[in-house]
């Protein structure tokens, strides 16, 4: 008797270890292993160019893992699942839960479709440490503060699944509809991709590495390093976690494994706050549009393409802001406190919404993650659950002096101020003439004067703010 078809269907887990739908799938039959491009994937949250960029090189890993066995769709899922279905005879469909609404509606209204028809869907926690439906609060309500949704819901709920290794039996069907990896036509058309090539390895093995030599160098100075972006001390994980060549629970256990004490807690709170995020988007799904205090929704924003075309540009005049705006111009990545810097400086010193930012890292980031991502921009704006104060303005010229005292990450990526002397390094216009020359810098020829004064662009924006109506307790 022919050998049982299952299809398993890999989104947000492209990888072959620890992923439990396709352990599950391997496990009873023959597994046909697709990928769909989804036509209708996120509304206006289509993957991003880099995002694209990215999938296009995790597919070409995997398909090589898999020894050229994988089955590579685009168009509506439903569709191409029923077609497979019906053509192989399959009668179980696995996959691993994704958490944005939009995946959400369509995976329940495909799961109903194949349950009319006797086909059974399985689906597994393939994402997360814990479910957002799993960590609530006593009385049923999800958590809007982070610190006691990770101390108290998530540390006190059941631990997180371990690992699982790779399947041992892998018994794969390759469809003769399968498309080529190109059809997809995931790479830019202008190959604005060739540098950023340099700074990852895509692919599952290249995940694995990164996180190995992140427990054995970067790690053991976690909770301070992490804050100088020209120290190796972050992970570089986030795009492997995000398109799951990686999974959370690898790097929570390999974590333990290797580490304990305060670096290990800090770097495992981090994972926290991801799932922190996600438990947001679940629970609140208008999170990337909608400001989750309502009370910003009266914030007098400007609309100013010509300012905003300088920040994405990375030609605002302060030297730590361009640095982290060109790194993720050209890597694909920004360290997370400069993250929070530029973010800062949008949304403030230039008074311009925070969507903007978050459209332009939605495009940009290699790590671009609808739950961190506008998570983040509403901390950084204020206007989040758990946010920083709208009132706590990062200084860039304090934060420059303080988080890169060297100059070395902010002269890597404004190679023009790379002979100014650290003590006017983030703030040219204070250097002396004779500096400026010796150093080869021409304020508003090579290097542009600030784009708007930082003590005035403050004031407008305390102004700004307390003009909102105040916050209701919690
Ligand atoms: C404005 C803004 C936008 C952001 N957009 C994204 C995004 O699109 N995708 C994304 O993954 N992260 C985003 N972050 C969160 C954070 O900056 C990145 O996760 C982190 O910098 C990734 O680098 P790393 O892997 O070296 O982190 P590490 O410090 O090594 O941390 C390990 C992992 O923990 C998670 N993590 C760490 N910090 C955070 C955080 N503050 N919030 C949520 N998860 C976190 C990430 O998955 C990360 O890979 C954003 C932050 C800001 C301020």
Request: with cysteine.
């Amino acid at each position: 008797m022919a050998e049982k078809v299952n299809i398993f269907w890999f989104r947000q887990d492209l990888r072959i270890a620890d992923n439990p739908a396709l352990t599950h799938a391997a496990e009873s039959g023959r597994v046909l292993a697709v990928y769909i491009l989804d036509q209708n994937d996120q509304g206006d949250h289509g993957p991003g160019a880099a995002s694209r960029w990215w999938l296009h090189h995790s597919l070409k890993a995997l398909n090589e893992s898999l020894q050229g066995q994988l089955n590579i769709f685009r168009g509506d899922p439903q569709t191409i699942l029923q077609d497979l279905q019906e053509k192989y005879g399959a009668s179980e469909i696995f996959w691993n839960r994704c958490y944005e609404p939009q995946s959400i509606e369509r995976d329940t209204a495909i799961k109903k479709f194949f349950q009319k028809q006797q086909v059974e869907v399985k689906s597994f926690n393939g994402s997360l440490l814990w479910e957002p439906m799993q960590v609530l609060k006593n009385d049923g309500t999800p958590y809007r503060v982070f610190t006691p949704y990770y101390r108290k819901g998530c540390l006190n709920a059941d631990a997180p699944r371990e690992p699982l290794p790779v399947p041992q039996k892998l018994n794969l069907l390759k469809s003769e509809s399968s498309e080529t990896l190109e059809s997809l036509g995931l790479l830019p058309k202008i190959r604005w991709d060739q540098k950023m090539e340099s700074y990852w390895e895509i692919s599952e093995a290249g995940g694995q590495q990164k996180m190995q030599e992140f427990f054995e160098h970067g790690l053991r100075d976690y909770k301070e390093g992490r804050n100088f972006p020209a120290k190796s001390c972050v992970s570089r994980l986030s795009p492997y976690l995000h398109q799951g060549q990686i999974s959370p629970n690898q790097a929570w256990y390999g974590a333990q494994a290797k580490h304990s004490g305060k670096n290990l807690d800090h770097f495992l709170s981090e994972l926290g706050w991801r799932e922190f995020s996600y438990s947001l988007l679940y629970h609140f799904p208008d999170l990337p549009s909608r400001n989750l205090q309502g009370r910003f929704d009266a914030f007098p924003w400007k609309e100013d393409s010509r300012l905003l075309e300088r920040w994405k540009r990375g030609q605002t005049g302060y030297p730590i802001v361009d640095a982290g705006m060109r790194e993720l111009w050209e890597t694909g990545y920004v360290h997370n406190r400069v993250r929070m810097i530029v973010g800062s400086f949008l949304v403030k010193n230039l008074l311009l919404h925070w969507k903007h930012g978050e459209r332009w890292f939605w495009d940009c980031l290699v790590d671009a993650d609808m739950a961190n991502n506008s998570a983040s921009w509403q901390w950084v704006a204020g206007c989040g659950a758990d946010a920083a104060p709208y009132f706590r303005i990062f200084n860039p010229v304090s934060q420059g002096q303080k988080f890169d005292p060297e100059g070395t990450y902010t002269k890597q990526f404004v190679p023009e101020l790379k002979d100014l002397p650290a003590k006017y390094l983030f703030s040219p216009w204070e250097a002396p003439d004779l500096v400026l020359k010796n150093a080869g810098v021409q304020l508003g020829e090579n290097y542009p004067h600030p784009i708007v004064p930082l003590r005035e662009s403050r004031e407008k924006a305390l102004e700004a703010f307390s003009m909102l109506p105040k916050a209701l307790s919690a």
